[in-house]
């Protein structure tokens, strides 16, 4: 018995030597600073996300900040105080098995103003006794894009009194010119259909959710037109060098470097499928972003941010951030786009 | 015509003085075995202008006028030889030396010879020592005691890394016979691969190196293995708690060819057998079906050391050395299911099998091939034909075969392996003159052809079913590389005055790998000012290049890490270092030194921010792509050492203590801020003690103490709501919807910028010898980690509720060493 217990005693003292907890963060005392996130885009109105930043593991709901005075500045002058907006809701039996109830937090702050290309911006929050701001303005346009299409076909199938599924396949090629020098660029292609990845047609239109809509799947591989590179079929591109390749969790982005009267001719081959309302056209959506180089810096960060968290083998990252007093990003884009009109009525019922 | 007459001045004092002297050489043995003593002090004992030592082959060459001499010839551990003689002429000498043990004579304290030196930052390490000091599992290693040592910082817990004044591990020079050695752990970095029965002498440089070596920043642990035992057949047999070892060293014809063997394994594997035995295969069976399983699995090393040396004549000597050791783990499961279906009376089987075998291993080879000649009295030749291998893979292969009521249904084969390596040739000649008194030059040449492979990956399937086949065969990574390295150097031990001598040297690199050639002159220099004879103040500077850089994780200690050339776009490393320190013999028993350092380290390699070695495909599928994932910066040290050393008596050991800070700086990794690098310590101390109670028992005593490492932990967390999904115009667009939630951001204020708690642990060991019939056996008992201490080996964030239930969060520091006996057996004949 004696024995036994000094064994025990033993095997707790081994275990027990294992690991050690420190309390290394004080809640009572944290000072948490104000995080402002906010992506603008020519002619449209400013959405703003105030938050606040909490103890690391413990960060909940209740870091939105609800109170905050959200000031808009167009060239250092006051344009307005921009409004709350809380529309979050909890979704019950989501699209996401897994999950049972799935919150959607949509709190913001909008502005009734739109932002106009070739003005500088600036935001500045107060709230709970802290102040933070930051500037940003819209990059030059200085990439063309010029497109041609090859070839496209498009078969479908009826298997719904109000909805049709289509499968087609493609191939568009790219030429980008700029005349900026380290220019950040994405390009994404989208097509105007819902996705069919819970592999069955909705009989209403009221079951299919809007942000189904142009983000559809697709199979796209570019091809650079370099010899050295040669050509590849994943969802990135690969240019010669001055080029820069990004590709973010939504598989559709691509981030390349162009500089001075540089063209790089980027062919796409594409495979799309969806379904769309019957007697409604397919169109495939190409737009060209160009991004300031902070937001190129914003968002390489936070991919990398994302590849890191939990990865052994790699040093964790700080996502960048451009607002002075807290945390957070707030930039500008300008984007070009166009479409193409699918003709499938020649293609029906081929499949 | 001016610089004529004077050259001419300087060749009549040289030839004058060569005229006025004759020249003592020779060689300094062990008597017992017959074994070459390096750094071996032989002096003019009533003259302390009249000193040399003997060199990494045990040869010395002295110059003394002619006259009734008296040579005074020591050695640490050894008693001291006089020889008293009329010197009329160029005079040859093997001098051997017994072990003052035996002799039961006083030990003489040979830091004399260091406060003379003008080498600084040097380390002897006391092998002897080093046996009876605690160590893990009872397992002497030799890198866990040179981090004992001032300037010289550990990894992680348990692991042997070796960090030398806040440089990389990768910039250590460490030669085996003066052959580099590319990956020095074993057991996942817990154990260096030297076996210490097989080494004769460790020196460790931490700075003022002489020109003689190069290619690494920060350090050079010159290990040289025993020749073998030229007198008689010797062995010892060691068995520990997880390996055992044997070394056997003789002469094959006495005083002419002698051998050494020595041979290390792990048994983990083989103790855990049977219980993978018991647990790991189970069988279970009902009326119609069986359900099988057979798990194996284990990990071992080895390592193998050999050496042969056989005098051709008195001049002349060949040596063969062998290293091999290799490190293996291995996974095999075998899920086996069968059901047996009677269908129309036709018995029927269905079956399904899922076998996956994994297996990870590390290898070294190292072999060298050397010759030794002495022209004349003031000439030594050394040349050496070496081959140096490190190779890493693993691997996994997944078989999945169904069979469904008699037939084939699918058949199924997923593989995926990976390795990497390196490979050098080369070629030295290393030319030892001793022109005059004064002078000890040392110069020559090298070649190295290297072979890097940086990661290649192999992925492999073959999938057949009733309608289908499917295969792929991919192989990906970077290409293979080869570069060529040559190099000379020059270097002279001049004494300029008995007060003032100096080491004045230089070193041309040139490193050629694809189309680009790098060209490095590196100077070195080095000074020693003798206060009294006692005390001497020291001085140096060296200029350092490095051509191969390491491409590490910092994160895991996993042997991933990879050895790349330094190419056009990640060019060479390079370095400058200086440092001034005091040597002081306080007494025949203590001596203490104090050093003080500052290094610069320029264009060293690190992963970008995101990367590692496991990158996508498409990216490792461009050629050279760990270009494109390395970034390069800067890296700065500076610090003080100190270091009290007791050489004799019965109480032996040392007191070091380090005093430094060093940190990192590259243009893309922490938004280009400088960061403290990874095992920046700011303190660091080492109290080594070994007490003699009498012939038979002694009891050693290790504490150190690390200042907290820094890491990088998450000082805050926030909101980002640009999520997994989201995309760019979701904050415009007033019609888009938002689905997302709290994914918070981790924010880290700097990388590094967290300190870890302190490190610190006492070990204990007892040694007990007695001797026998044939032998002394020696029973050591160990304690590792003494008072139980958690020290940081993995820690993590974690939340639970603190003491008023509310949630909070914590850093859980996870340690893989507490309290730790163990026990071993030794036996030597």
Same mark, same amino acid.
């Given at each position: 018995m004696k024995k036994n217990i000094i064994l025990i005693l033993g095997v707790i003292l081994f275990i027990t030597a294992c690991h050690k907890d420190y309390k290394i963060y004080d809640k009572n005392n944290f000072k948490s600073q104000l995080v402002i996130h906010s992506l603008a885009a020519p002619d449209s109105i400013l959405r703003v996300f105030v938050t606040k930043s909490a103890v690391p593991e413990q960060l909940d709901t209740n870091c939105f900040v609800t109170n905050a005075t959200v000031s808009l500045y167009e060239d250092d002058n006051f344009i307005e105080n921009l409004v709350f907006f809380d529309t979050a809701y909890v979704e019950e039996n989501s699209y996401y098995d897994y999950m049972q109830k799935e919150k959607f937090l949509t709190k913001y702050y909008k502005s009734n103003y739109h932002l106009k290309r070739n003005h500088s911006y600036s935001i500045k929050i107060k709230a709970e006794g802290k102040e933070a701001d930051a500037n940003f303005s819209f990059p030059q346009i200085s990439a063309k894009v010029e497109v041609d299409k090859n070839g496209f076909t498009c078969d479908t199938n009826q298997n719904s009194k109000n909805f049709y599924i289509f499968f087609g396949q493609g191939t568009m090629y790219f030429k980008l010119k700029t005349t900026k020098h380290n220019g950040h660029y994405m390009l994404r292609l989208l097509c105007n259909a819902w996705d069919i990845d819970q592999n069955k047609l909705p009989e209403n239109y009221t079951d299919v959710p809007d942000s189904a809509y142009y983000k559809t799947a697709m199979n796209i591989s570019f091809i650079d037109n370099s010899e050295e590179n040669g050509a590849s079929s994943l969802n990135s591109l690969y240019a010669t060098y001055p080029f820069l390749t990004f590709k973010d969790r939504h598989s559709s982005y691509v981030f390349t470097d162009l500089s001075d009267n540089n063209t790089i001719n980027i062919t796409a081959n594409m495979n799309f499928q969806g379904y769309k309302r019957n007697g409604e056209p397919i169109y495939i959506k190409y737009q060209l972003f160009e991004i300031s180089d902070k937001i190129y810096k914003y968002y390489s960060s936070l991919d990398k941010y994302w590849d890191s968290d939990g990865n052994p083998f790699v040093e964790p990252v700080n996502v960048y951030s451009n607002v002075e007093g807290g945390f957070g990003f707030v930039g500008a884009y300008n984007v070009t786009e166009d479409s193409i009109k699918i003709d499938i009525k020649a293609n029906r019922n081929k499949r | 015509m001016k610089k004529l007459f004077l050259g001419l001045i300087v060749l009549l004092s040289v030839i004058h003085s060569y005229a006025q002297n004759h020249t003592i050489s020779g060689y300094v043995e062990d008597a017992a075995t017959g074994?070459?003593?390096?750094?071996?002090?032989?002096?003019?004992?009533?003259?302390?202008?009249?000193?040399?030592?003997?060199?990494?082959?045990?040869?010395?060459?002295?110059?003394?006028?002619?006259?009734?001499?008296?040579?005074?010839?020591?050695?640490?551990?050894? %008693?001291?030889?006089?020889?008293?003689?009329?010197?009329?002429?160029?005079?040859? &000498?093997?001098?051997? &030396?017994?072990?003052?043990?035996?002799?039961? !004579?006083?030990?003489?304290?040979?830091?004399?010879?260091?406060?003379?030196?003008?080498?600084?930052?040097?380390?002897?390490?006391?092998?002897?020592?080093?046996?009876?000091?605690?160590?893990?599992?009872?397992?002497?290693?030799?890198?866990?005691?040179?981090? #004992?040592?001032?300037?010289?910082? @550990?990894?992680?817990?348990?692991?042997?890394?070796?960090?030398? =004044?806040?440089?990389?591990? $990768?910039?250590?020079?460490?030669? #085996? $016979?003066?052959?580099?050695?590319?990956?020095?752990?074993?057991?996942?970095?817990?154990?260096?691969?030297?076996?210490? +029965? %097989?080494?004769?002498?460790?020196? &460790?440089?931490?700075?003022?190196?002489?020109? =003689?070596?190069?290619?690494? #920043? @920060?350090?050079? *642990? $010159? *290990? =040289?293995?025993?020749?073998?035992?030229?007198?008689?057949?010797?062995?010892?047999?060691?068995?520990?708690?997880?390996?055992?070892?044997?070394?056997?060293?003789?002469?094959? !014809? !006495?005083?002419?060819?002698?051998?050494?063997? @020595?041979?290390?394994?792990?048994?983990?594997?083989?103790?855990?057998?049977?219980?993978?035995?018991?647990?790991?295969? =189970?069988?279970?069976?009902?009326?119609? @079906?069986?359900?099988?399983?057979?798990?194996?699995?284990?990990?071992?090393?080895?390592?193998?050391?050999?050496?042969?040396?056989?005098?051709?004549?008195?001049?002349?000597?060949?040596?063969?050395?062998?290293?091999?050791?290799?490190?293996?783990?291995? *996974?095999?499961?075998? +899920?086996?299911?069968?059901?047996?279906?009677?269908? +129309?009376?036709?018995? &029927?089987?269905?079956?399904?099998?899922?076998? +996956?075998?994994?297996?990870?291993?590390?290898?070294?080879?190292?072999?060298?091939?050397?010759?030794?000649?002495?022209? %004349?009295?003031?000439?030594?030749?050394?040349?050496?034909?070496?081959?140096?291998?490190?190779?890493?893979?693993?691997?996994?292969?997944?078989?999945?075969?169904?069979?469904?009521?008699?037939?084939?249904?699918?058949?199924?084969?997923?593989?995926?392996?990976?390795?990497?390596? *390196?490979?050098?040739?080369?070629?030295?000649? $290393?030319?030892?003159?001793?022109?005059?008194?004064?002078?000890?030059?040392?110069?020559?040449?090298?070649?190295?052809?290297?072979?890097?492979?940086?990661?290649?990956?192999?992925?492999?399937?073959d999938i057949k079913d009733k309608n289908d086949t499917s295969k792929l065969d991919l192989r990906f990574g970077s290409d293979t590389l080869f570069a060529r390295e040559f190099s000379s150097y020059f270097e002279d031990d001049i004494v300029i005055t008995p007060w003032f001598k100096m080491n004045i040297g230089a070193r041309l690199s040139i490193f050629n790998v694809r189309d680009t050639t790098f060209v490095s002159p590196e100077p070195r220099i080095s000074a020693r000012i003798l206060l009294n004879k006692n005390m001497s103040l020291k001085f140096s500077y060296a200029k350092m290049k490095q051509y191969l850089h390491f491409l590490t994780n910092n994160t895991v200690g996993l042997p991933l890490d990879i050895w790349v050339p330094a190419t056009n776009i990640v060019v060479p490393e390079d370095s400058w270092q200086v440092a001034s320190g005091m040597s002081w013999l306080i007494s025949d028993k203590f001596t203490l030194t104090l050093e003080g350092f500052y290094k610069e380290m320029n264009n060293l390699v690190e992963y970008k921010e995101g990367e590692s070695i496991f990158g996508n495909v498409m990216q490792q599928g461009k050629s050279n792509s760990w270009e494109q994932k390395v970034t390069q910066g800067r890296g700065q040290a500076y610090g003080g050492e100190f270091f009290l050393k007791k050489a004799s008596g019965k109480l032996t050991g040392w007191i070091a203590y380090t005093l430094s800070w060093t940190n990192r700086t590259f243009a893309g990794i922490n938004f280009g801020k400088t960061f403290p690098y990874k095992y920046d310590r700011r303190h660091d101390i080492s109290v080594v003690a070994l007490y003699k109670l009498n012939k038979n028992i002694n009891f050693g005593l290790t504490w150190v103490y690390g200042s907290g490492t820094p890491t990088t932990i998450a000082k805050s967390q926030y909101f980002d709501p640009l999520d997994e999904n989201g995309s760019i115009e979701m904050y415009a667009n007033d019609n888009s919807s938002y689905d997302y939630w709290i994914n918070g951001i981790n924010y880290y204020q700097n990388r590094n910028a967290f300190r870890l708690p302190a490190y610190h642990r006492l070990d204990l060991s007892m040694n007990i010898s007695k001797k026998r019939k044939h032998g002394t056996r020696t029973w050591s008992f160990g304690i590792y980690n003494v008072y139980n201490h958690i020290n940081p080996f993995y820690t993590e964030l974690i939340t639970h509720n603190g003491a008023n239930n509310k949630t909070q969060t914590f850093l859980r520091v996870y340690s893989i060493f507490p309290i730790m006996p163990s026990v071993s057996y030794r036996f030597v004949w």
């Open positions: - | 074994e070459r003593l390096i750094g071996c002090i032989v002096k003019e004992a009533n003259n302390n202008k009249y000193v040399t030592s003997t060199n990494e082959f045990g040869f010395f060459s002295l110059k003394l006028p002619k006259k009734q001499v008296k040579i005074r010839v020591y050695y640490i551990g050894y %008693a001291p030889m006089e020889l008293d003689f009329k010197l009329s002429k160029d005079t040859s &000498l093997t001098i051997d &030396l017994e072990l003052a043990n035996q002799l039961n !004579k006083v030990v003489v304290n040979a830091e004399h010879y260091n406060i003379e030196s003008s080498q600084m930052s040097k380390i002897d390490v006391p092998l002897k020592m080093m046996k009876n000091l605690p160590v893990i599992f009872g397992e002497v290693d030799l890198l866990k005691t040179l981090q #004992l040592m001032p300037g010289v910082q @550990s990894g992680t817990e348990g692991s042997n890394g070796i960090y030398v =004044r806040g440089g990389g591990p $990768d910039q250590n020079l460490i030669l #085996l $016979d003066g052959v580099p050695v590319y990956n020095v752990s074993h057991l996942f970095g817990f154990f260096s691969v030297f076996n210490t +029965d %097989a080494l004769k002498d460790v020196t &460790l440089l931490k700075g003022g190196f002489p020109a =003689r070596y190069g290619g690494r #920043l @920060s350090s050079v *642990i $010159d *290990i =040289r293995m025993k020749d073998g035992n030229m007198k008689k057949l010797k062995g010892a047999v060691s068995i520990g708690l997880i390996s055992s070892k044997f070394t056997i060293e003789g002469p094959i !014809k !006495k005083n002419k060819t002698s051998f050494i063997i @020595s041979a290390r394994r792990t048994y983990i594997d083989i103790l855990a057998k049977p219980f993978i035995k018991i647990f790991g295969n =189970r069988t279970y069976s009902e009326e119609n @079906s069986t359900d099988k399983t057979n798990n194996s699995g284990g990990y071992f090393f080895y390592d193998l050391n050999a050496k042969l040396t056989h005098k051709l004549s008195d001049k002349d000597r060949l040596f063969l050395s062998f290293y091999g050791g290799k490190d293996k783990a291995y *996974i095999n499961t075998r +899920d086996e299911n069968t059901d047996n279906h009677n269908l +129309d009376g036709e018995d &029927l089987l269905s079956s399904n099998i899922f076998a +996956d075998k994994s297996n990870l291993f590390w290898a070294n080879t190292i072999t060298a091939a050397r010759w030794n000649h002495s022209f %004349a009295k003031n000439l030594f030749l050394n040349t050496t034909l070496t081959y140096s291998r490190f190779n890493f893979a693993f691997g996994d292969e997944t078989l999945n075969q169904s069979i469904s009521l008699g037939d084939k249904e699918e058949d199924e084969l997923f593989g995926i392996s990976y390795g990497s390596g *390196i490979k050098d040739f080369a070629a030295k000649i $290393d030319f030892n003159y001793f022109p005059v008194v004064n002078h000890k030059i040392r110069f020559g040449f090298s070649s190295i052809y290297h072979y890097f492979m940086p990661g290649q990956t192999h992925f492999y399937f």
